[in-house]
């Protein structure tokens, strides 16, 4: 989807739920369709995808890639691989969050229950009504369409303000939380957005928006029918007048990089604040020492982003400097995963060294002391993982993890020379046992390791060199040998 960022928006991806609390399901055979799922897992997901010529027309499509269409007679398949006459969709927003969808060519809505769903209501009843349960990572940044501007956690204020050009630092980071079908907005300081505008500790009904969906873009609709929208110089974001959402209330949710600050040998912070050289020469961190790390989808090279929107680069004389304004080879860096250290090599494959004057240069063979650097992950304070069959979140009755939820819980990510400990919601830490559970009730902190190898997932290494992964059966165990789909995590 495009997006006024300069991050790609996210796609909308959810699960809809009927009036049984049952999620509409695409089964691996036969393209069936059903409303039988009672968690949001793969074959619940569903992506909306608009029509170019007519903004309102929407199709559905399954996680087989198939789109879901009726007939002139009301019946539902999903085996379409393009989008036909038949799969064209309208969404009927209702005054409680709800959606209807209406065939665009016939005009009948689509319902029902467990294996009888049909498009054929002339009206909308409670069978035809469907709850929106986003699917995406719920951590993300949030764009003004209007303003063309970030959110961010405005501390002075203790407010949301959407001034930022670029959504930089851990203040840019959105967490929304859902409950019984309606959303909230989390700061990254655990506060959330109340339809006032100010930021309160508990989740309440001031504090709860309904989502609606207009071209696109989101909406947040509060609990007196007005809409969330950025007010004043500095676009305090509370509820306006409106009780129709404009471009003024619309919002991109965009993909939330890691952004990381570098610290080389000298024990100073890697720095853009003496102009384009890039240099490790700062004692402090601040915007100039936060650097965006954007993972190429394709060979799983990092880019990392200065706060002014250029990219580290290689040049003449094998000096790093920030003078990269598109993506090419020169910017593209290989990350060696050291455990509490990383090392970086350029693309003229040799590794990045401090110099005795803090300049960074792609002069080294061998990894030695200045060619180490502690990486620190800046914008994750709040960590919520999702694996390949779900969330990660305590399991009910024991001090283990379940890889495979629909509903997640928040953990504390603190940070620890390089490496990281994991707080539980009741305050303990995660640990290893010796049967390779990972268990969240340790009374002291044991490290855990980041490894960024793809764009948007991150795997996890123990102290024990091995990494978490979610097994056959849910859990959560900390013994993967080697990363593969099971142990890659989006956070």
């Not at 995808?49 to 559905?60: A, K, R, S, T």
């Amino acid at each position: 989807m495009p997006t006024n960022g300069i991050n790609r928006a996210l796609k909308l991806q959810f699960g809809l739920i009927n009036h049984e609390n049952r999620y509409l399901t695409a089964e691996n055979f036969g393209f069936k369709v059903n409303a039988s799922g009672t968690s949001m897992k793969k074959k619940q997901i569903w992506t909306l995808e608009q029509d170019e010529q007519d903004g309102q027309i929407v199709f559905l499509r399954s996680h087989l890639g198939r789109y879901l269409a009726s007939d002139k007679d009301g019946k539902i398949s999903c085996g379409a691989e393009k989008p036909d006459h038949d799969c064209h969709f309208l969404i009927v927003p209702q005054s409680d969050g709800r959606w209807a969808l209406q065939s665009e060519p016939y005009l009948r809505y689509f319902g029902g229950s467990a294996d009888y769903l049909s498009c054929f209501a002339q009206v909308v009843g409670e069978q035809e009504l469907w709850a929106v349960h986003l699917a995406l990572h719920p951590q993300a940044s949030l764009l003004s369409v209007a303003r063309k501007r970030y959110a961010h956690l405005s501390a002075s204020e203790g407010e949301i303000s959407v001034d930022s050009n670029i959504p930089w630092g851990v203040d840019s980071l959105v967490t929304l939380v859902y409950l019984d079908g309606k959303y909230s907005l989390k700061t990254c300081n655990s506060r959330f957005l109340s339809n006032d505008g100010k930021l309160v500790k508990e989740n309440t009904n001031a504090t709860s928006f309904t989502l609606e969906l207009k071209s696109g873009k989101l909406a947040f609709k509060d609990c007196e029918g007005k809409y969330l929208t950025p007010i004043g110089p500095t676009g305090t974001l509370r509820s306006g007048r409106c009780s129709k959402p404009g471009k003024d209330e619309l919002f991109d949710l965009e993909e939330s990089h890691p952004q990381v600050v570098f610290q080389a040998v000298n024990k100073r912070f890697v720095s853009v604040k003496q102009g384009v050289s890039i240099s490790a020469n700062q004692d402090a961190e601040t915007d100039m020492e936060t650097f965006q790390m954007e993972i190429d989808k394709e060979n799983k090279k990092a880019m990392f982003r200065t706060n002014g929107g250029s990219y580290w680069t290689l040049v003449t004389h094998a000096e790093i400097q920030s003078t990269a304004t598109e993506v090419e080879i020169n910017t593209m860096f290989d990350i060696e995963w050291r455990g509490q250290r990383v090392a970086l090599k350029a693309s003229n494959g040799k590794y990045v060294c401090t110099k005795k004057n803090g300049q960074l240069s792609a002069v080294s063979d061998t990894v030695g002391d200045d060619e180490l650097f502690l990486m620190k992950l800046i914008n994750r304070p709040m960590l919520i993982l999702h694996g390949e069959n779900g969330f990660v979140c305590h399991h009910k009755n024991s001090n283990t993890l379940d890889a495979n939820r629909s509903v997640y819980d928040i953990f504390s990510l603190i940070f620890n020379d390089g490496a990281y400990n994991v707080k539980s919601v009741n305050a303990k830490f995660w640990y290893i046992s010796t049967s390779g559970f990972v268990c969240t009730d340790g009374d002291k902190p044991e490290d855990f390791f980041l490894e960024f190898l793809e764009h948007g997932r991150v795997a996890i290494k123990g102290s024990n060199g091995k990494y978490l992964r979610g097994d056959k059966g849910g859990t959560l165990m900390g013994d993967g040998t080697s990363v593969d789909a099971s142990s890659l995590w989006e956070y």
